[in-house]
């Protein structure tokens, strides 16, 4: 969909949720379920943007209920955040994976694929107004920024992003995929402080 037909599909969460449900702005609406939107208060101090629903999230059509989901939850409870308080979405709204055997792998959005998102992002940003966005990964950052965002260097920052603060760290699949306990406590406990740094930022 272009800028102006998301832009007359109104000025509610509600009614642009329902015209995403639509989109076809690029190929991965023909094999992923369904759209998966951003959820949350319409005027959220917080919004944290993730890079594309997973499978669980696919099938579910809510945003972070997968394993991912449920890491960031954790993490978020011994932050001191409130996860209903939040509006929760991704860059990318459809599930994006290539098949193998019964299951189907993730596989990263690709630059026109973040691009063709964007205007729905754009709206999701324009009606919650948050007063800070937290970019999830290395795809998240992309897509608010507009270019590539070293993530190790940008940690712990509070960066301007078009008049609102903005702060970066990992996607806790991120954490899921660590080989071993030791890196996966080490990296958790960092994630959960660039969140309780979020909690500060955004209050």
Sequence with gaps: MTKAEIAA????LSSVRAAAMGCRACPLWQTATQTV????PERARIMLVGEQPGDVEDLKGKPFVGPAGQLLGRALAEAGIDREALYV?????HF????????RMHQKPNSLEIKACRPWLEKELALVDPALIVALGGTA???LFGRAVPIGK??????????RKSLVTVHPSYLLRLPDEESRHREYTAFVADLRLARRVGA
Excluded at 96 to 103: I, L
């Design 9 to 12: 599909a109104g000025d509610s």
């Design 37 to 40: 939107f951003g959820e949350g």
């Design 89 to 93: 979405t991704n860059a990318v709204k």
């Design 96 to 103: 994006k994976f290539v098949p193998r055997g019964k299951r």
């Design 141 to 143: 950052a992309q897509a």
């Design 154 to 163: 940008s940690r712990g920052q509070v960066i301007d992003l078009a008049g």
